[in-house]
């Protein structure tokens, strides 16, 4: 071990640093969060400085799970959340997954203006995603939005798009699909120009056709950059709070798992940090159980991941 230590003690030196931010700024609020769902602490009985009021919370054991679990809707009613978070990410993953492979199959084509085409594709990614929702959000406006005026134009019904109903979730979908789509583009981009050519020469002179090419080459080159994506794509629209709270605000049409968990520990008169990070511990297990069943899955397919 000292001979290990001393040969590699630079690397550890480098590696230091980052690991203490992360245990400051990742594992210590973890654990904390992980400490709260077994308490009864709210804003009423946590500690306050400013007050001189000490801590009179008390520890609950799993009960905050069980009422969150039971779908009791004062907690969040968690399985119907849950039901609307999956459908909200499915919609959003897979809108993404295939319009930014059909973008990367236009773009992957010598066609004129394509570097152009690229720059105008991308910048939905390049520009704030809080400046996006906002303009979307006037886009969407029941009385003055562009796309109610074309709609009424052709006369066509003009729906209230951010109200109660299920029209709200479809307008946050439009938009988390087009912030999202570009980065599936680049991604997907990136992995068709790995494939060698001699593949598709040889399937051609195979006599195979363009869907056979694309079924039998194109997919299974981009079978490693699809799962990651894939994968990232599904965590990252999960937990996509921005998006859908900028826009729809604490809707009950659009809530998900942690817009309600950002609900329950920033609203309220009296703010529920433990119910708050009971919803944080099981979204953080809903999404690990996903991690381990998608990474298994990918093995059996000869994928390393």
Not at 43 to 48: D, H, L, Q, T
Not at 137 to 143: P, R
Not at 199 to 219: C, H, I, K, S
Not at 255 to 264: G, M, P, S
């Amino acid at each position: 071990m000292r001979r290990f230590l001393e040969r590699h003690w630079y690397a550890y030196a480098m590696v230091l640093p980052v690991v203490v931010v992360i245990a400051v700024l990742v594992l210590y609020p973890l654990a904390q969060g992980v400490f709260f769902t077994f308490t009864n602490i709210n804003e009423a009985n946590i500690a306050n400085p400013v007050l001189d009021r000490p801590a009179t919370y008390s520890g609950v054991g799993f009960k905050n799970y069980l009422n969150v679990l039971s779908g009791d809707t004062s907690y969040g009613a968690f399985w119907g959340t849950l039901v609307r978070t999956l459908i909200w990410t499915f919609a959003c993953v897979f809108l993404h997954y295939v319009i930014g492979l059909g973008l990367a199959l236009l773009l992957n084509r010598e066609v004129r203006g394509r570097t152009l085409y690229r720059v105008l594709l991308i910048l939905p990614w390049a520009v704030p995603a809080f400046i996006s929702a906002f303009a979307w959000k006037y886009m969407f406006n029941a009385q003055y939005g562009i796309i109610n005026q074309l709609l009424r134009a052709v006369g066509l019904p003009d729906p209230v798009w951010l109200g109660q109903s299920d029209w709200a979730l479809f307008a946050v979908i439009v938009v988390n699909v087009w912030l999202g789509v570009p980065f599936m583009m680049v991604a997907l981009l990136g992995g068709l120009q790995s494939i060698p050519g001699d593949l598709y020469e040889a399937a051609e002179m195979d006599g195979a056709t363009p869907w056979q090419r694309f079924r039998n080459v194109t997919l299974p080159g981009l079978r490693s950059v699809s799962s990651t994506v894939i994968l990232l794509g599904i965590i990252w629209t999960f937990n996509m709070f921005p998006v859908i709270y900028l826009i729809a605000g604490p809707n009950p049409n659009t809530r998900i798992l942690v817009t309600y968990a950002f609900e329950r520990f920033f609203s309220g008169a009296s703010r529920d940090y433990a119910v708050a990070s009971t919803y944080g511990v099981l979204i953080l297990s809903v999404l690990l159980v996903f991690a381990t069943v998608y990474r298994r899955a990918l093995r059996k397919q000869g994928e390393v991941w």
